[in-house]
């Protein structure tokens, strides 16, 4: 305001002399001058309000839209610190604000993509980078990592054009991330599934005006990656003409709807002028509002080695029939039963004998699989004997069972001899089996009643003195290798009954027969199921007692002699009281041969007929023992 008084008081003239009205014009003036000054003012104080409610409103929006934004906001410094950020950003990496905001972005940043936005942030110091965006990895507070893309713009000084700090939106894109590497995997496999399998792919897209072939596609007629693609009709003219037709109806047929997919089979030229044959699958996959084809996807197979197995098989079939005719007429006249497989175990043949053995017909047995017309085990164990395919490359030869029982559906069993051979074709590959069997039931029993008589006495159908021999053998053998001692080892028992003879004498062999008889009962009664009783001849028995104590054997030995004195043998109505003396040596591995063992318990048992018969003596390193629980019986007689 001075300045305006200054002004308007200079209008006036330094001369006096000036008249009336000059002096009251330029008063007028210098009020004019003055109101239009304070009117300027004023609407520069208003204006200078306006901007600033403008500035405060703009600064609220920006406030709220960066609170309220789902996508994460940050305002960053040059040097990475993190001036302020929104909710979004913090809960997305799940820190609070005031923890992510003491953090720099190195700090939460994935260490694979430090190096991300390094040229960016040199452009920008540069000056020619204003805006930016790329993806990369963040790390949460708890250490995992989460994809996203970031966007943002450089925030300059208005004059000097300075850099001054980043405003950045980070949007989480780890669900797309990992949805794009599941496609990316499964189209890898499906790639390779498809290059494995030996199946090529081709692409009709009619609006990029051609067919494009994969590599498997184009190897497999022996061009080049590329050299194909184009023109959608060319891999009609390579097709076989004979083959031409075939393919061009079943084409017409699935475009017009009549089939799901278009499929056919036919030759192709190889690029060195061979014929390969081909399997060809495709479906369109789109069509335009007039039904009009758009694009169909296929694929290519190299069928060549089927088609010429086909073609031998065809030419080998007629000669085959003959022959099959000729072989089935043999095996429905042999004697032997005969059941045939196919390479996945499947009956393809049966002779009656084999329906007679079995009980189930041919008819219902063709195609079943072996076990349910077939079931054979072991007469022993009764495991199953499998019929098995022979290993890949193994030799195959017959083979031979001799204890194999059929069992039939209905639960009934016979003994049979089965010979199981596989039938290999020229190539050694396996085609099937062919079981031979015949019943072998009446010739089995006669063996097990041959083989029981060797080894078993027929009187008292205990162990025979040979078979006995044969098991003392091997288990001198066992105690030699497990360096048995005499206290751990079995213990073997010569048994010699008192006063037989007197029975002989007084009721004859068949008395003496019956009575031997009850004691091989009574013995066997008194011991462990894995004992082992023999008759080794006359009134002499022989046990192994699997027990390797020495005090059990004296107790075994004990209930022995008790249970023979009491028998209580009548005969044609006279009673019959005999007793028993027992022999214990030791089984071990410095016992000696088993002569050796069996004569020094027979030295024990006579030991003990002398010391008064009815008792038990052990001969350990030659030196006999007694030990008797009550006093020997007093019969007159010896035995």
Same mark, same amino acid.
């Given at each position: 305001?001075?300045?305006?008084?200054?002004?308007?008081?200079?209008?006036?003239?330094?001369?006096?002399?000036?008249?009336?009205?000059?002096?009251?014009?330029?008063?007028?003036?210098?009020?004019?001058?003055?109101?239009?000054?304070?009117?300027?003012?004023?609407?520069?104080?208003?204006?200078?309000?306006?901007?600033?409610?403008?500035?405060?409103?703009?600064?609220?929006?920006?406030?709220?839209?960066?609170?309220?934004?789902?996508?994460?906001?940050?305002?960053?410094?040059?040097?990475?610190?993190?001036?302020?950020?929104?909710?979004?950003?913090?809960?997305?990496?799940?820190?609070?604000?005031?923890?992510?905001?003491?953090?720099?972005?190195?700090?939460?940043?994935?260490?694979?993509?430090?190096?991300?936005?390094?040229?960016?942030?040199?452009?920008?110091?540069?000056?020619?980078?204003?805006?930016?965006?790329?993806?990369?990895?963040?790390?949460?507070?708890?250490?995992?990592?989460?994809?996203?893309?970031?966007?943002?713009?450089?925030?300059?000084? !208005?004059?000097? /054009?300075? $850099?001054?700090?980043?405003?950045?939106? =980070?949007?989480?894109? @780890?669900?797309?991330?990992? *949805? +794009? %590497?599941?496609?990316?995997?499964?189209?890898?496999?499906?790639?390779?599934?498809?290059?494995?399998?030996?199946?090529?792919?081709?692409?009709?897209?009619?609006?990029?005006?051609?067919?494009?072939?994969?590599?498997?596609?184009?190897?497999?007629?022996?061009?080049?990656?590329? !050299?194909?693609? /184009?023109? $959608?009709?060319?891999?009609?003219?390579? =097709?076989?003409?004979? @083959?031409?037709?075939?393919? *061009? +109806? %079943?084409?017409?047929?699935?475009?017009?709807?009549?089939?799901?997919?278009?499929?056919?089979?036919?030759?192709?030229?190889?690029?060195?002028?061979?014929?390969?044959?081909?399997?060809?699958?495709?479906?369109?996959?789109?069509?335009?509002?007039?039904?009009?084809?758009?694009?169909?996807?296929?694929?290519?197979?190299?069928?060549?080695?089927?088609?010429?197995?086909?073609?031998?098989?065809?030419?080998? *079939?007629?000669?085959?029939?003959?022959?099959?005719?000729?072989?089935?007429?043999?095996?429905?006249?042999?004697?032997?039963?005969?059941?045939?497989?196919?390479?996945?175990?499947?009956?393809?043949?049966?002779?009656?004998?084999?329906?007679?053995?079995?009980?189930?017909?041919?008819?219902?047995?063709?195609?079943?699989?072996?076990?349910?017309?077939?079931?054979?085990?072991?007469?022993?164990?009764?495991?199953?004997?499998?019929?098995?395919?022979?290993?890949?490359?193994?030799?195959?030869?017959?083979?031979?069972?001799?204890?194999?029982?059929?069992?039939?559906?209905?639960?009934?069993?016979?003994?049979?001899?089965?010979?199981?051979?596989?039938?290999?074709?020229?190539?050694?590959?396996?085609?099937?089996?062919?079981?031979?069997?015949?019943?072998?039931?009446?010739?089995?029993?006669?063996?097990?009643?041959?083989?029981?008589?060797?080894?078993?006495?027929?009187?008292?159908?205990?162990?025979?003195?040979?078979?006995?021999?044969?098991?003392?053998?091997?288990?001198?053998?066992?105690?030699?290798?497990?360096?048995?001692?005499?206290?751990?080892?079995?213990?073997?028992?010569?048994?010699?009954?008192?006063?037989?003879?007197?029975?002989?004498?007084?009721?004859?062999?068949?008395?003496?027969?019956?009575?031997?008889?009850?004691?091989?009962?009574?013995?066997?009664?008194?011991?462990?199921?894995?004992?082992?009783?023999?008759?080794?001849?006359?009134?002499?028995?022989?046990?192994?007692?699997?027990?390797?104590?020495?005090?059990?054997?004296?107790?075994?030995?004990?209930?022995?002699?008790?249970?023979?004195?009491?028998?209580?043998?009548?005969?044609?109505?006279?009673?019959?009281?005999?007793?028993?003396?027992?022999?214990?040596?030791?089984?071990?591995?410095?016992?000696?041969?088993?002569?050796?063992?069996?004569?020094?318990?027979?030295?024990?048992?006579?030991?003990?007929?002398?010391?008064?018969?009815?008792?038990?003596?052990?001969?350990?390193?030659?030196?006999?023992?007694?030990?008797?629980?009550?006093?020997?019986?007093?019969?007159?007689?010896?035995?």
């Amino acid at each position: 305001m001075a300045g305006l008084a200054v002004a308007a008081a200079s209008l006036v003239p330094s001369r006096l002399d000036l008249g009336a009205e000059a002096l009251r014009l330029c008063f007028q003036v210098s009020v004019a001058v003055a109101a239009g000054a304070l009117f300027l003012a004023g609407l520069f104080v208003i204006r200078i309000s306006a901007d600033r409610r403008q500035i405060a409103q703009s600064e609220q929006r920006f406030r709220r839209a960066m609170q309220d934004s789902a996508i994460g906001i940050a305002i960053v410094g040059l040097n990475g610190r993190i001036l302020e950020t929104n909710p979004a950003f913090a809960s997305m990496l799940g820190y609070s604000r005031e923890e992510i905001e003491a953090l720099t972005f190195f700090q939460i940043t994935h260490p694979d993509d430090v190096h991300i936005g390094r040229e960016t942030m040199e452009g920008i110091k540069a000056g020619t980078v204003n805006a930016f965006q790329f993806e990369k990895r963040y790390l949460k507070k708890d250490g995992t990592a989460v994809w996203a893309h970031l966007a943002g713009s450089v925030i300059r000084d !208005e004059k000097s /054009g300075r $850099p001054l700090y980043l405003v950045s939106q =980070i949007e989480d894109i @780890d669900a797309r991330k990992q *949805a +794009e %590497a599941r496609i990316a995997e499964a189209e890898t496999r499906w790639n390779f599934a498809l290059a494995g399998a030996g199946q090529g792919v081709w692409d009709l897209d009619v609006r990029k005006g051609g067919t494009t072939y994969s590599s498997t596609w184009v190897k497999m007629l022996g061009y080049a990656d590329g !050299e194909l693609d /184009g023109d $959608p009709d060319r891999w009609l003219t390579m =097709i076989h003409p004979d @083959d031409r037709e075939t393919v *061009a +109806e %079943a084409d017409r047929a699935h475009l017009d709807g009549q089939t799901e997919f278009f499929e056919a089979e036919f030759r192709m030229r190889h690029k060195d002028g061979r014929w390969v044959w081909i399997l060809d699958r495709g479906k369109a996959i789109e069509r335009d509002g007039d039904g009009r084809l758009i694009r169909a996807i296929g694929s290519l197979t190299d069928i060549t080695r089927r088609k010429e197995a086909e073609e031998r098989l065809t030419l080998s *079939a007629a000669m085959l029939a003959d022959e099959k005719e000729r072989l089935r007429v043999t095996l429905q006249s042999i004697g032997d039963a005969v059941i045939c497989t196919d390479a996945a175990n499947r009956v393809t043949f049966m002779n009656p004998v084999a329906e007679k053995l079995t009980g189930v017909s041919g008819e219902a047995a063709l195609g079943k699989t072996l076990g349910h017309v077939y079931w054979a085990v072991d007469e022993e164990t009764g495991h199953r004997i499998g019929v098995t395919r022979p290993a890949i490359g193994a030799e195959a030869p017959s083979d031979q069972n001799s204890r194999a029982v059929l069992i039939r559906r209905d639960d009934t069993r016979c003994s049979i001899r089965q010979v199981v051979s596989p039938i290999m074709n020229e190539r050694n590959e396996f085609c099937g089996l062919v079981i031979v069997f015949q019943d072998f039931t009446d010739a089995r029993a006669l063996q097990r009643q041959l083989a029981h008589a060797a080894a078993h006495d027929a009187l008292t159908g205990l162990a025979n003195r040979s078979s006995f021999i044969r098991t003392m053998e091997g288990l001198v053998d066992q105690a030699r290798k497990d360096g048995t001692t005499a206290g751990s080892g079995h213990q073997f028992m010569f048994i010699d009954l008192d006063h037989f003879k007197l029975v002989n004498d007084t009721g004859g062999h068949a008395a003496g027969d019956a009575l031997l008889k009850r004691v091989a009962e009574a013995v066997r009664g008194v011991l462990g199921p894995e004992d082992i009783v023999a008759r080794l001849g006359g009134d002499e028995f022989a046990v192994i007692l699997k027990s390797g104590s020495i005090a059990g054997a004296r107790i075994a030995a004990r209930s022995i002699i008790d249970v023979i004195a009491g028998l209580n043998f009548t005969w044609d109505g006279r009673p019959h009281a005999i007793g028993a003396s027992i022999g214990l040596a030791a089984i071990c591995a410095n016992c000696g041969e088993v002569d050796e063992i069996i004569a020094k318990a027979d030295a024990a048992c006579y030991a003990a007929k002398a010391a008064g018969r009815g008792c038990v003596s052990v001969a350990p390193d030659d030196r006999i023992t007694y030990d008797r629980s009550e006093p020997p019986a007093p019969f007159a007689a010896a035995s």
